[in-house]
C-alpha cells in the first residue's frame, strides 16, 4: 500500500499571511499518461470533506485562486496565498494511483 | 450539481449486521466509479470499496474484505454497503463519494455508524 504522510499536522496561521502544507508518498504517484494522481480536500468543522485539488494542481470548481498545489513523483505541496478565516480546518492529501486508495493523516490548520 | 445522500446509520451489536444506502441524483451514476469512505470519531479518512460502473469490479480495503460488500443499482442510482460481523473499530461516519478526474468530487453528508454492546 502507499503510505502517505503529511506536514506540520498542526498549523496556526495568521489570517492574511500565507501557508504551506507538504505531503509525501511511499511510491510515485506518476501515471503513465504523466499526471501524478495527487489530491488535496479540506474538512471544515462539522462538514464532509470538500475537494480542493485534482491531479496535483488543477483547482476544482469554485475553489478560490488563493490555494494552489504543486509537485512530482513523491513530494507534493498544498500553498495558500493568503488565508482566510474561512480556511480553518483539516486538510488531507490523497492518492489515487493505487487501490487502497490513502489519504495523509490530516493537516490541522487554526487561527492564531 | 451532484448530490449523494446516505442512509442506514445507527448503533448495532458486535458480530451485528447493517446495510448503508446512498441515493445519487445530478450527475450520471451509472457512468461513474462509487466509494465508501470512512472516518473514525476524530480521526482521519479511509477509503473502504469502490465499485465499477458495471457493478462487477470491485476493490476493499483489507480490514473489511470478507466481511463488507458494497453493490449498486443503477435503474435506482442508489449505492449500498452490506456490513456483517462488525466489529467496534468500524464506528464511523459512512461517506459514498463519486470519482472524477482521479479524484473523489461529490460527497454525501455521512452516515454514523456505531458498533457497541
Known amino acids: 500500500d502507499i503510505v502517505m504522510t503529511q506536514s506540520p499536522l498542526s498549523l496556526p496561521v495568521t489570517p492574511g499571511e500565507p501557508a504551506s502544507i507538504s505531503c509525501r508518498s511511499s511510491?510515485?504517484?506518476?501515471?503513465?499518461?504523466?499526471?501524478?494522481?495527487l489530491a488535496w480536500y479540506l474538512q471544515k468543522p462539522g462538514q464532509s470533506p470538500q475537494l480542493l485539488i485534482y491531479?496535483?494542481?488543477n483547482r476544482a470548481s469554485g475553489v478560490p485562486d488563493r490555494f494552489s498545489g504543486s509537485g512530482s513523483g513523491t513530494d507534493f505541496t498544498l500553498k495558500i496565498s493568503r488565508v482566510g478565516t474561512e480556511d480553518v480546518g483539516v486538510y488531507y492529501c490523497?492518492?489515487?494511483?493505487?487501490?487502497?486508495?490513502?489519504f495523509g493523516p490530516g493537516t490541522k490548520v487554526d487561527i492564531k | 450539481e451532484g448530490q449523494l445522500v446516505e442512509s442506514g446509520g445507527g448503533l448495532v451489536q458486535p458480530g451485528g449486521s447493517l446495510r448503508l444506502s446512498c441515493d445519487a441524483s445530478?450527475?450520471?451514476?451509472?457512468?461513474?466509479?462509487m466509494n465508501w469512505v470512512r472516518q473514525a470519531p476524530g480521526k482521519g479518512l479511509e477509503w473502504v470499496a469502490n465499485?465499477?460502473?458495471?457493478?462487477?469490479?470491485?476493490n476493499y480495503v483489507d480490514s473489511v474484505k470478507g466481511r463488507f460488500t458494497i453493490s449498486r443499482d443503477n435503474a435506482k442510482n442508489s449505492l449500498y454497503l452490506q456490513m456483517d460481523s462488525l466489529r467496534a473499530e468500524d464506528t464511523a461516519v459512512y461517506y459514498c463519494t463519486t470519482i472524477s478526474n482521479s479524484a473523489f468530487d461529490y460527497w454525501g453528508q455521512g452516515t454514523l455508524v456505531t458498533v457497541s454492546s
Open positions: 465499485i465499477k460502473p458495471d457493478g462487477i469490479g470491485k
Open positions: 491531479v496535483t494542481s
Open positions: 445530478g450527475f450520471s451514476f451509472s457512468s461513474n466509479w
Open positions: 511510491q510515485s504517484l506518476l501515471h503513465s499518461n504523466g499526471y501524478n494522481y
Open positions: 490523497m492518492q489515487t494511483l493505487q487501490t487502497p486508495v490513502t
